[in-house]
Protein backbone atom coordinates (compact mmCIF):
# COMPACT_ATOMS: atom_id res chain seq x y z
CA UNK A 1 0.00 0.00 0.00
CA UNK A 2 1.30 3.64 -1.25
CA UNK A 3 2.21 5.76 1.94
CA UNK A 4 3.03 9.73 1.62
CA UNK A 5 6.10 10.15 3.90
CA UNK A 6 7.04 13.84 5.31
CA UNK A 7 9.85 15.10 6.53
CA UNK A 8 11.80 18.40 7.07
CA UNK A 9 9.97 19.60 10.64
CA UNK A 10 11.27 21.03 13.29
CA UNK A 11 12.10 23.75 15.92
CA UNK A 12 12.66 27.42 14.22
CA UNK A 13 12.77 30.84 16.55
CA UNK A 14 10.17 33.29 14.51
CA UNK A 15 11.43 34.70 11.53
CA UNK A 16 13.18 31.20 10.90
CA UNK A 17 12.79 28.56 7.83
CA UNK A 18 11.73 25.51 7.24
CA UNK A 19 11.59 23.05 3.99
CA UNK A 20 8.92 20.65 4.02
CA UNK A 21 9.05 17.91 1.69
CA UNK A 22 6.47 14.68 0.93
CA UNK A 23 6.90 12.09 -1.61
CA UNK A 24 5.69 8.35 -1.99
CA UNK A 25 6.28 5.13 -0.30
CA UNK A 26 6.73 3.49 -4.02
CA UNK A 27 9.74 5.03 -6.11
CA UNK A 28 8.42 6.89 -9.08
CA UNK A 29 4.62 7.00 -7.92
CA UNK A 30 3.41 10.41 -9.67
CA UNK A 31 1.06 12.32 -7.09
CA UNK A 32 -0.89 14.50 -9.62
CA UNK A 33 -1.93 17.65 -7.07
CA UNK A 34 -0.44 17.59 -4.34
CA UNK A 35 -1.23 19.84 -1.09
CA UNK A 36 -0.12 20.62 2.21
CA UNK A 37 -2.43 21.04 5.29
CA UNK A 38 -1.95 21.96 9.01
CA UNK A 39 -4.07 21.49 11.60
CA UNK A 40 -3.21 22.43 15.76
CA UNK A 41 -5.20 20.62 18.38
CA UNK A 42 -9.09 21.47 18.42
CA UNK A 43 -8.93 23.38 15.40
CA UNK A 44 -9.97 22.29 11.93
CA UNK A 45 -7.54 21.51 9.61
CA UNK A 46 -6.83 23.79 6.89
CA UNK A 47 -5.06 24.13 3.69
CA UNK A 48 -1.84 25.64 3.30
CA UNK A 49 -0.71 25.26 -0.47
CA UNK A 50 -1.82 22.98 -3.46
CA UNK A 51 -0.31 22.79 -6.78
CA UNK A 52 -1.97 20.98 -9.87
CA UNK A 53 -0.07 18.92 -12.56
CA UNK A 54 -0.26 22.19 -14.43
CA UNK A 55 1.70 24.22 -12.26
CA UNK A 56 -0.92 26.49 -10.95
CA UNK A 57 -0.51 26.74 -6.91
CA UNK A 58 -3.27 27.94 -3.92
CA UNK A 59 -2.30 29.48 -1.03
CA UNK A 60 -4.35 29.57 2.01
CA UNK A 61 -5.28 33.35 2.98
CA UNK A 62 -2.80 33.46 6.27
CA UNK A 63 -0.13 32.58 3.94
CA UNK A 64 0.45 36.20 2.81
CA UNK A 65 3.69 35.43 0.73
CA UNK A 66 5.96 33.65 3.13
CA UNK A 67 5.34 30.37 1.94
CA UNK A 68 6.04 28.39 -1.26
CA UNK A 69 4.92 24.57 -2.73
CA UNK A 70 7.01 23.38 -5.46
CA UNK A 71 7.61 20.21 -6.87
CA UNK A 72 9.99 17.99 -8.59
CA UNK A 73 10.08 17.95 -12.57
CA UNK A 74 8.58 13.54 -12.09
CA UNK A 75 5.89 15.01 -10.07
CA UNK A 76 6.63 12.04 -7.75
CA UNK A 77 7.77 14.89 -4.26
CA UNK A 78 6.09 17.92 -3.31
CA UNK A 79 7.83 20.33 -1.37
CA UNK A 80 6.54 23.43 0.84
CA UNK A 81 9.04 26.06 1.81
CA UNK A 82 8.50 27.86 5.22
CA UNK A 83 9.68 31.23 4.90
CA UNK A 84 9.20 34.39 7.75
CA UNK A 85 7.64 31.63 10.17
CA UNK A 86 5.94 33.18 12.87
CA UNK A 87 4.69 31.19 16.32
CA UNK A 88 1.14 31.12 14.68
CA UNK A 89 2.34 28.68 12.13
CA UNK A 90 3.22 26.09 14.71
CA UNK A 91 1.09 22.88 13.56
CA UNK A 92 1.31 19.85 12.64
CA UNK A 93 1.87 19.93 8.33
CA UNK A 94 0.15 17.31 6.62
CA UNK A 95 1.12 16.21 2.82
CA UNK A 96 -2.01 15.05 0.14
CA UNK A 97 -2.39 13.99 -2.77
CA UNK A 98 -6.10 14.27 -3.73
CA UNK A 99 -6.48 11.91 -6.77
CA UNK A 100 -5.57 9.00 -4.24
CA UNK A 101 -7.06 10.04 -1.19
CA UNK A 102 -3.31 9.64 0.42
CA UNK A 103 -2.51 11.55 3.54
CA UNK A 104 0.87 11.47 5.05
CA UNK A 105 1.26 11.19 9.05
CA UNK A 106 2.34 14.90 9.38
CA UNK A 107 5.53 16.26 10.70
CA UNK A 108 5.46 19.16 13.34
CA UNK A 109 6.16 22.44 12.94
CA UNK A 110 6.99 24.57 16.21
CA UNK A 111 8.07 28.29 16.30
CA UNK A 112 9.16 29.99 18.84
CA UNK A 113 8.58 33.51 20.08
Known amino acids: QVQLVESGGGLVQTGGTLRLSCAAS????????AAWYRQVPGKQRELVAS???????NYGDFVKGRFRISRNRAQTAVYLQLDRLEPEDSARYYC???????WGQGVQVTVSS
Open 26 to 33: RNGFVLDT
Open 96 to 102: KAPRWDL
Open 51 to 57: ITPAGDT
